[in-house]
């Protein structure tokens, strides 16, 4: 199951470097998750310091 980033993300891109499959990416002004490359490690999770990310 993947992670998915909510709308308390604040686009800071602390998560971004911090995946270590690169599934994390900007779209549309937002980051997301693509669930097809999350290996649902959570090292994305202890990063975001608005607690935006969550297991789906």
Excluded: F, N
């Excluded at 891109?13 to 669930?35: F, H, M, N, R, T």
């Excluded at 090292?43 to 297991?55: F, L, S, Y």
């Amino acid at each position: 199951m993947a992670h998915k980033i909510s709308d308390a993300c604040v686009i800071c891109g602390s998560c971004v470097g911090d995946c270590p499959v690169e599934a994390i990416l900007e779209k549309d002004g937002q980051y997301v998750i693509d669930a097809a490359k999350c290996t649902d490690c959570g090292a994305c999770v202890g990063t975001c310091p608005t607690e935006a990310i969550a297991a789906e």
